[in-house]
């Protein structure tokens, strides 16, 4: 409800090693698209992972959610790239590419395809 969605946001906003691992568990567990579609805008908007427990639920919140979900799967997307953009190189080769390779397979609509090339190419545009 909106006492929860309010938690969330705040939860983005901390950029400490517990609020990492709390929005990690979230991630995973959440079946609701309104709470997930929270965390990864907190995610865009401070891409603080320093132990890559994000990034590790965005991996497996990236392989359950389902092909047509565009806007959820773009949310990914910047997610990966903020937090590849604050936390640099080792993010992006430990996993932010895999996550985002993933949704370049044919299964994916050309928007996906699109959007994830796009955020492949802002990722190599930052020249970590």
């Known amino acids: 409800t909106k006492g929860f969605a309010s938690i969330l946001r705040q939860l983005t906003l901390l950029h400490t090693d517990e609020a990492a691992e709390y929005i990690a568990k979230l991630l995973e567990k959440s079946t609701n698209t309104t709470y997930l579609s929270i965390l990864l805008e907190g995610i865009k908007e401070c891409g603080y992972d320093p132990e890559r427990k ?66 492949f190419q802002q990722i190599s545009d930052l020249d970590l």
């Open 54 to 119: 994000i990034l590790n639920s965005l991996e497996i919140l990236a392989s359950k959610t389902d092909y047509k979900a565009t806007a959820l799967i773009n949310q990914i997307c910047d997610a990966v790239y903020s937090i590849c953009s604050f936390m640099g190189k080792p993010a992006y080769n430990s996993i932010g590419k895999d996550i985002l390779k993933k949704f370049l397979f044919p299964s994916y609509n050309s928007q996906t395809r699109t959007y994830a090339r796009k955020i």
